[in-house]
């Protein structure tokens, strides 16, 4: 799709919405800024997007275990993170209209480089010296207050029940790999892992983002792909660049061209971080970060350790070396690598004379692989034929039994949620046991036999 059509992020988030991939989430109330919920497509979509990570992860390497570690943790550890201190975006209030606003996305779109991890002193010399380039999104004035660093983090009042929870709040988890962190000794002393390894976790995430917009690009509530590589101090930065390579390799597998892809190196680091880098994707709104690599030293460990006492240290069981592992992490959203994906696939062709809308989705992450369509359906014995057809697919691929409409209508709504093949079971098949299998991306249609489907489709959804 040509990424220069302007209208491309409405005709996405339209799709999304028209054939159940994504909805803004509390609808009926009006919404609720920067929360989205999945339909029946996204979540299919979502699951494949982390079951695909998951292997390339966990699978597929011997010395990369996974867990699943809780969204509440004890608040200290959002303390010895640092980021009940440092976890902080800028905001500024317009003074007209009392919009706030994230203060390094409006110097961005005057123009003026920024970056949310610039110190307080530096991003207000920017939006002063910049005082008339810069307009707020809402009234458009150009009328902004001293920004202030407004922390992220999302309290609740879990466990405590004097009312007085803003003392001490208990947060939801800001980034999953605290959890990691936190697992670090149990994973040691319960696996057989040993030093360099990887804990690997996908999982809910949350933020007070300042700003909702870009549809499920910033979420409040989001999910992440995280893995944490635990190595000798002394590999860090090589096991560093080997991850770059990898993880980037790892997109275009996924079906990302990789002249939609681009690195983005941190020149102002985020307080754990020793070096940083992005993988940016070229988002209908521009080239923006889809997944963060960062060497974050012996930071997270040192600080847990410190603050709870427990000694994180590794024993290298054949030199008898002991020392605070060093940590390479790679983290990826859900979201963003749903959208990347959805992006890349949102095609519209010719075809006679009118314009098909298709999603071009990578047959593993397609939501339905197979679609079975009966000719008619006030046809009993087509009908029953193509229920049979359905039902000893179903078991092997995700599979949708369609009779609704004509079969040019059914086509065209399976396009638009990608699914690569459409069975049509007709008055041929009665006779002679075939079925037309119809191609999403050809349209080119085959007549293949019943009893040889399965293996058929599975050897075109594994190319
Ligand atoms: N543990 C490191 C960490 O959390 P990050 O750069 O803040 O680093 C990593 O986030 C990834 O999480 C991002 O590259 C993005 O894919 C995803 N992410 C972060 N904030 C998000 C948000 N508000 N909405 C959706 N995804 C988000």
């Known amino acids: 799709m040509n990424k220069q059509d302007n209208n491309l992020m409405e005709k996405i988030v339209s799709l999304c919405k028209r054939r159940g991939f994504v909805f803004p989430s509390s609808e009926i ?38 867990i699943d570690s809780s969204i509440f943790m004890h608040p200290k550890v959002w303390e010895a993170s640092g980021h009940v201190g440092g976890f902080s975006d800028p905001l500024s209030e317009c003074r007209k209209c009392h919009t706030r606003s994230r203060v390094d996305h409006i110097l961005e779109e005057a123009g003026i480089f920024a970056d949310e991890k610039m110190s307080e002193e530096k991003i207000n010399k920017l939006l002063v010296d910049n005082k008339k380039k810069i307009k707020c999104p809402k009234c458009g004035k150009s009328d902004f207050a ?17 009312g007085d929870w803003d003392k001490s709040p208990v947060y939801l988890r800001g980034e999953t790999c605290q959890g990691i962190y936190i697992n670090f000794k149990n994973v040691l002393d319960s696996s057989r892992v040993r030093v360099p390894f990887g804990i690997a976790q996908i999982g809910k995430a949350f933020r007070n983002e300042i700003t909702a917009r870009q549809f499920i690009f910033r979420k409040r509530e989001f999910e992440q792909m995280e893995m944490q590589m635990f190595v000798r101090p002394d590999e860090e930065m090589k096991m560093y660049e080997e991850w770059k390579k990898r993880r980037w390799q790892y997109y275009i597998d996924l079906g990302i061209k990789e002249k939609n892809l681009k690195w983005h190196e941190h020149e102002n680091l985020v307080f ?24 974050r030293g012996d930071y997270d460990l040192t600080q847990h350790t410190k603050c709870s006492g427990e000694d994180l240290s590794y024993r290298d069981p054949i030199t008898n070396e002991k020392y605070i592992p060093h940590v390479v992490e790679t983290s990826a959203g859900v979201d963003r690598t749903f959208l990347a994906v ?19 989705f990578p047959k593993n992450l397609a939501p339905i692989k197979v679609a079975v ?84 489709l599975k050897e075109k959804l594994e190319k």
């Open 272 to 295: 754990y971080a020793k070096a940083a880098w992005d993988i940016e994707y070229n988002f209908p709104f521009g080239f923006q970060e889809l997944e963060g690599i960062h060497a």
């Open 29 to 66: 109330y009006g919404g609720f800024a920067a929360v989205y919920d999945y339909g029946t497509y996204g979540v299919e979509l979502a699951n494949n997007i982390k079951d695909v990570w998951w292997k390339a992860m966990v699978q597929g390497n011997e010395n990369i275990v996974g």
């Open 146 to 162: 001293p920004a202030k660093s407004f922390n992220l983090l999302v309290k609740s009042n879990l466990g405590n029940f004097t």
């Open 373 to 456: 369509f009966p000719l008619l359906k006030n046809k009993p014995d087509l009908v029953k034929k193509a229920r049979e057809v359905y039902d000893n697919l179903k078991g092997e691929f995700m599979c949708e039994f369609d009779d609704n409409g004509n079969i040019g209508k059914r086509y065209r709504r399976q396009d638009e949620i990608g699914t690569p093949f459409c069975l049509t079971i007709d008055f041929d098949s009665l006779d002679n046991g075939d079925v037309t299998v119809r191609d999403r991306d050809t349209m080119k249609q085959d007549r293949i036999k019943i009893e040889g489907l399965k293996d058929y």
């Open 342 to 360: 959805i992006t890349e696939a949102y095609m519209e062709e010719k075809v006679d004379k009118e314009i098909r809308v298709v999603m071009k």
